[in-house]
């Protein structure tokens, strides 16, 4: 059965501390791995990952894929309130319809 | 920011009436997808849609229907609401690349 799992579920830390977040995944014919972060509205896209060992970075966030042991880290540095939010990590399957499978996220919670 | 709009935002209603939920995109994607999402738990696909005339039932069992008859609109129906539907329903689309962009969710609450 395919599957996305993230850790923690959740977790509390004080801003400008750096946070891990982990998705592995068990999807058969893997195409690739995305990040959302998850506000009280919509989720809204981070990254998208395809390759092994190739960071993906944007400020304060970075991302990387590893395809032999099938997972993928989130990394947030100096953590800001604004980063409080629920990070989804969901997998693309490469069968006919590029189905997507979606973790329960990780709930971050930082405080001033 | 993705144009995908889902309407309305929070509904509350009473056992056995029939709602539709909206989701529109002005992006011209061919592909849309229905999610039902629980408090804490992952998204889970319900119904999906190839481009017009086409629509698919997710991995998750739903007693909803869908339409696609116009590329931009994938409205969501249930014929009787209960309340085991109470949940949040998340509307997304995507191109040919595979990123998906969605839609800020209904709040449903069945009493």
């Known amino acids: 059965e395919d599957k996305v799992v993230q850790s923690p579920l959740s977790l509390v830390v004080h801003e400008g501390d750096t946070v891990t977040l982990n998705c592995s995944y068990e999807?058969?014919?893997?195409?690739?791995l995305l990040w959302y972060k998850q506000e009280k509205k919509a989720p809204t896209f981070l990254f998208m990952l395809?390759?092994?060992?190739i960071e993906k970075k944007s400020g304060r966030l970075s991302s990387i894929l590893d395809k032999k042991e099938l997972f993928s880290i989130l990394n947030i540095t100096a953590t800001q309130t604004g980063d409080s939010a629920v990070y989804l990590c969901?997998?693309?399957?490469?069968?006919?319809?590029?189905?997507?499978?979606f973790g329960s996220g990780t709930k971050l919670n930082v405080k001033p | 920011e993705a144009d995908i709009y889902q309407t309305p935002r929070y509904l509350v209603i009473g056992t056995g009436k029939k709602i539709t939920l909206e989701c529109s995109q002005t992006?011209?994607?061919?592909?849309m997808y229905w999610y039902q999402q629980d408090p804490g738990m992952e998204l889970h696909l319900i119904h999906y849609?190839?481009?017009?005339?086409?629509?698919e039932k997710g991995d998750l069992s739903s007693e909803s229907t869908v339409s696609r008859i116009r590329t931009e609109h994938f409205p969501l129906t249930l014929e009787s609401a209960r309340p085991s539907h109470t949940s949040q329903y998340l509307c997304?689309?995507?191109?040919?690349?595979?990123?998906?962009?969605f839609g800020a969710g209904t709040r449903l609450s069945v009493l």
């Open positions: 997304a689309s995507s191109a040919r690349g595979n990123i998906q962009y």
């Open positions: 999807v058969t014919n893997f195409r690739s």
């Open positions: 395809t390759s092994s060992g």
């Open positions: 969901a997998v693309e399957a490469a069968d006919n319809f590029n189905k997507f499978y």
């Open positions: 992006m011209g994607h061919d592909k």
């Open positions: 849609s190839y481009g017009v005339n086409s629509t």
